[in-house]
């Protein structure tokens, strides 16, 4: 009867074990946002800094600039809005995106979704720079981060990494491409 039940309680252990390994560690999933944002980059030209005037080249053929020094954020600048309309300190800021997983890319086309074409979604926005508010701190700081150097009416695209993504994602680990334009309240 021993031997029975330790036979049973190895096949128990073996099956645990076996069924443990199809999940992947927080570090291989690490690894694998990391291959598919390069991937998304390899396509593009890639700037390793940001302009020290911080005047960017803009427009579809841009480069992505990398923010951050992590290279959490890769920032291409399609339109870089009026000159000086900066946000300021805990300003209302909406915003209107189209949001792409990078692991649905390859090379290919990507499928996204957001509020920027369905105008079904609710508005979306944020208190620049306030994180104490769970409606600024649920899209996370890389969404936010182009009005540190852009106008309010900027329009990016920007490859945001799970740790700086929304705030209820970052244990996914998955990497998204946002088309971005920001607004400013109309009163």
Not at 51 to 74: H, I, M, Q, S
Request: proline share 5%; net charge negative.
């Amino acid at each position: 009867m021993k031997i029975i039940r330790n036979i049973l309680a190895l096949v128990a252990l073996t099956i645990f074990t076996a069924s443990c390994k199809d999940t992947k560690s927080y570090a291989e999933l690490l690894n694998d946002e990391a291959h598919y944002v390069n991937l998304f980059l390899a396509n593009h030209r890639v700037v390793n800094e940001i302009p020290a005037d911080t005047v960017f080249e803009y427009g579809p053929k841009a480069p992505f600039y990398r923010l951050d020094e992590d290279g959490n954020l890769y920032m291409q600048v399609l339109n870089p809005g009026t000159p000086g309309n900066k946000a300021v300190a805990d300003e209302l800021i909406y915003f209107r995106f189209t949001r792409f997983s990078l692991y649905g890319f390859s090379g290919g086309s990507l499928t996204g979704v957001g509020n920027e074409s369905d105008l079904s979604y609710a508005n979306t926005y944020f208190r620049f720079g306030n994180y104490q508010l769970a409606s600024s701190s649920q899209w996370g700081s890389g969404i936010q981060y182009p009005l540190a150097l852009l106008p309010v009416d900027a329009e990016v695209n920007i490859v945001i990494k799970s740790q700086l993504g929304l705030t209820s994602e970052i244990a996914e680990v998955v990497p998204y491409l946002y088309h971005l334009r920001y607004y400013r309240p109309k009163i």
